[in-house]
């Protein structure tokens, strides 16, 4: 697999949370658009979300055996206070993108500590859906240079 999508807690839930903060959108609608643009450039794609801390390092860990070569990441409320899941990415070695829906820099307070800006290879906030996208081809253009060396 070239790309992982990782999505932290609650965003099962996109599409009925919050619309003001995290749109319309479902993570499906989101996902399905992500794996279409993914395919039509020959990458393989594969998505995960989770509540739980314990099976996002599991794919965290998981990914280098799978062949990724870039993770997209929106850690959702992890963000903020998962150091375990920061020493999951900087174990494997692996470029990552860090995703938010909403502009996490004008809400609350709290929300604007990331114990993941600082080593992604870029941050993407505040773009809602379109993100991801952004996110993507990111991905795409680190996986085409890789494949030029």
Do not use: C
Request: glycine letters at 6%; a negative charge; aromatic letters at 10%.
């Amino acid at each position: 697999m070239d790309v992982l999508l990782l999505n932290g807690p609650n965003l099962n839930l996109l599409g009925s949370r919050e619309p003001d903060y995290y749109g319309t959108q479902t993570l499906d609608d989101i996902t399905s658009n992500l794996t279409k643009i993914a395919n039509n450039v020959g990458l393989t794609f594969e998505h995960h979300q989770d509540n739980s801390e314990s099976k996002l390092i599991k794919y965290i860990h998981n990914a280098t055996d799978n062949g990724v070569q870039y993770i997209i990441f929106n850690p959702a409320a992890f963000t903020h206070t998962s150091i375990a899941l920061r020493d999951a990415i900087l174990a494997v070695g692996i470029e990552f993108s860090e995703v938010h829906l909403s502009n996490i820099y004008k809400r609350e307070i709290f929300r604007k500590q990331s114990y993941f800006s600082d080593i992604a290879k870029g941050i993407i906030s505040g773009f809602g859906p379109q993100g991801y996208e952004f996110a993507l081809q990111a991905a795409i253009q680190h996986i085409q240079q890789l494949k030029r060396l």
